[in-house]
């Protein structure tokens, strides 16, 4: 079936670096991407969001960026800090309805102070 | 700022038994989810929830689980005879609503941690 799926399980970089973690999805029809940040013990939090109708959208040290042609997304970090070592999850979903989320399998950022 | 909260935080259970896990969603959210994470897995969708009807459930939603809003505050997971397999984090989410051409954002809960042995 359609599914959204990464293509690295782990990332280390080093701390002040910049981070780009991608995504591919296969299912066209979604109206939304979305990456969410995974600490340990917690719940997946929101970071940003981009619609299906752009292709670049900016955060605050956040980039999420959309290619359609070749159905990949990925998100840049900017200035990694110790803070963002998580596990990224990219996901789609879509607009009217009840916007169930379907999740990639998570890519775990490491920082190296 | 509001939050979602789950109780409790870990709950262990023996196979074939009985569990509910509570969440307390936004207090103006209007659409409830659950979710669940088994250990290093993705996060998979299990059901949402909307006036006070089951909107949309995924193939793991079967007749073991239930969900239900008992009061004006809370939104529990109930289900009936647990299988080792259902050991995983289950987390709750809300949003405030949907519209025709907006994705709103769902908050997550911190989740509960299911052990079934």
């Known amino acids: 079936g359609e599914s959204v799926g990464l293509h690295l399980p782990t990332l280390s970089v080093q701390e002040g670096d910049n981070s780009i973690i991608n995504c591919a999805y296969s299912?066209?029809?979604?109206?939304?991407f979305i990456w969410y940040k995974q600490e340990s013990g917690k719940g997946p939090q929101f970071i940003i969001d981009i619609r299906s109708n752009m292709d670049k959208r900016q955060g605050q040290r956040v980039t999420v960026l959309l290619n359609k042609t070749v159905k990949h997304l990925s998100l840049q970090i900017a200035a990694t800090q110790p803070g963002d070592s998580a596990v990224y999850f990219c996901?789609?979903?879509?607009?009217?309805?009840?916007?169930?989320?379907?999740f990639g399998i998570g890519t775990k950022l490491q920082v190296i102070p | 700022e509001p939050e979602v909260t789950q109780t409790p935080s870990h709950q262990v259970t023996q196979m074939g038994q009985e569990v509910i896990l509570r969440c307390v969603p936004i207090s103006n959210h209007l659409y409830f989810y659950w979710y669940r994470q088994i250990l290093g897995q993705k996060v998979e969708f299990l059901v949402s929830f909307y006036n006070n009807e089951i909107s949309e459930k995924s193939e793991i939603f079967d007749d073991q689980f239930s969900v239900e809003r008992p009061d004006g505050s809370n939104f529990t997971l109930k289900i009936r005879s647990t299988k080792l397999e259902d050991s995983a984090m289950y987390f709750c989410a809300s949003s405030l609503r949907t519209s025709g051409s907006s994705y709103n954002e769902q908050f997550f809960g911190p989740g509960t941690r299911l052990t079934v042995l």
């Open positions: 996901a789609e979903t879509y607009s009217g309805g009840y916007q169930k989320v379907t």
């Open positions: 299912n066209s029809a979604s109206d939304y």
